[in-house]
Structure formats: structure tokens, C-alpha cells
């Protein structure tokens, strides 16, 4: 279901942007869906395109890590069951590997062109400063940010650590959700993508402005109390 009811697509439209390459092959879907029963604001015709990659992956050296249940009851972490049908507080399972980079490489992060200027400091400034737990669990600093620059990469690609950004045109979602892709034979993390959204940001930060207010006549009652 989107926003204005049911929609439906009776077939494929048709199929673009293909890539055949040595170690991929992606396409995308585009689909035409319908509601003849939207009103207003709502179009009866919205277009979808689905992108799918197809991966070849290798690492040699890299080894992936169990996730026993005496570290289930400590930390909460991300693993390949956990995004195969798994649940969290489950009792591992064989081949239930943890979600993790290989730090032995760089971890370069991409901001999408899509990122609004006043953002770009701050998201920057967040993902470098993961740096420091590197630096001082491990003995290395393997994250970077770069600017990119392609404004047609969508969140998924595997290519790419992206961070991407929905203005406030799109409905308010969430504050953010990052997503790994991992390969489920090891789960290393070899692509990711994080998604903000304005919408959702602006209203919370105005929402903790307001709460901060401690002068002045607007002040919130609960604002005043100490």
C-alpha cells in the first residue's frame, strides 16, 4: 500500500539500465502501478523501479566470526540469521556469523549529492568519529568520507558504503535506518547504506529545541521545573 490506497501492477513494464560486467550483473524492473480509486493529491499512476544486483564476492583472509550465546546475553549485534528469519534473544545457529567490516581495508563512506550543505559537516563529523573506537580497540583508523558525486546511485548498490538523504517532499519515515550488505557465507559487511530523512530530523530538532527552553514566557511548564 503507498499514501492514497491500494495500487497494482498488472505487468512488467519494462527493463533498463542493465550492467554485465566480470563480477556483476544488475538491472531494473520498472513497474506502472494503478489505482483508479485515488482522489485528490493522490495519482492514480505512480511508476516503480526495483534495482537488483547480482554479486560476485571474495575476500581471502578474511574470517568470520561466531557469535556464541554467552555474548548474546552482553551485546546486541547485527548477524546473518538476523536478516534471514532470525530474531533477536534467538540461540545462535550454525553459520550465524556477526555483521561486521573488514578493518584491514578502508571503510569510505559517500555522501550522496542529494545531502543538503548544512548536513554534510555533521554526518561527516559522526562517521569519522568511529575512528577512535577503531583506533583504540584494533590500533587503526579505517573510515573516510568522500563526496560523491552521481547523483542516479540508489541506496543498495553494492559498490558503495552510501549515505543518502529524503527531502522533505517525501513523507516523514524516520530519523534515520542504516542497512549492511554482508555476504552470508562470512558476514562481512562489503556495502551499506544509510538513509536520513529531513523531515524527520528537522521536526526533532525543533521538538528538542522547545524542550530546552528554560526563559521567557513561551517556555513549556515542564521546561521551567528543575
Not at 109 to 130: C, D, M, V
Not at 199 to 210: H, K, L
Amino acid at each position: 500500500r503507498l499514501e492514497g490506497g491500494a495500487y497494482k501492477a498488472d505487468t512488467q513494464l519494462k527493463t533498463q539500465d542493465v550492467v554485465n560486467r566480470d563480477d556483476r550483473l544488475a538491472w531494473t524492473q520498472v513497474f506502472e502501478l494503478k489505482n483508479p480509486e485515488a482522489q485528490g493529491e493522490h495519482p492514480k499512476v505512480v511508476t516503480l523501479g526495483l534495482r537488483f544486483f547480482c554479486v560476485e564476492h571474495a575476500n581471502a583472509g578474511y574470517q568470520a566470526r561466531t557469535y556464541p550465546d554467552s555474548d548474546r546475553k552482553k551485546a546486541g549485534y547485527f548477524t546473518v540469521n538476523l536478516f534471514s528469519g532470525g530474531a533477536p534473544g534467538q540461540p545462535s545457529t550454525q553459520g550465524d556469523f556477526l555483521l561486521r567490516h573488514d578493518i584491514r581495508k578502508p571503510i569510505v563512506y559517500t555522501l550522496h549529492p542529494n545531502i543538503p550543505e548544512k548536513f554534510r559537516a555533521p554526518i561527516t563529523q559522526g562517521l569519522l568519529s568511529w575512528n577512535a573506537v577503531f583506533k583504540k580497540t584494533s590500533g587503526v583508523e579505517p573510515v573516510k568520507v568522500v563526496q560523491g558525486t552521481d547523483a542516479n546511485v540508489v541506496p543498495g548498490d553494492p559498490d558503495l558504503n552510501l549515505v543518502y538523504w529524503f527531502p522533505t517532499s517525501v513523507p516523514k519515515m524516520y530519523l534515520g535506518q542504516a542497512h549492511p550488505i554482508a555476504d552470508p557465507r562470512t558476514g562481512e559487511i562489503f556495502a551499506s547504506y544509510t538513509m536520513f530523512s529531513q523531515a524527520e530530523i528537522e521536526s526533532a530538532v525543533m521538538t528538542t529545541a522547545v524542550g530546552l527552553m528554560v526563559d521567557g514566557p513561551d517556555a513549556l511548564p515542564i521546561a521551567r521545573s528543575k
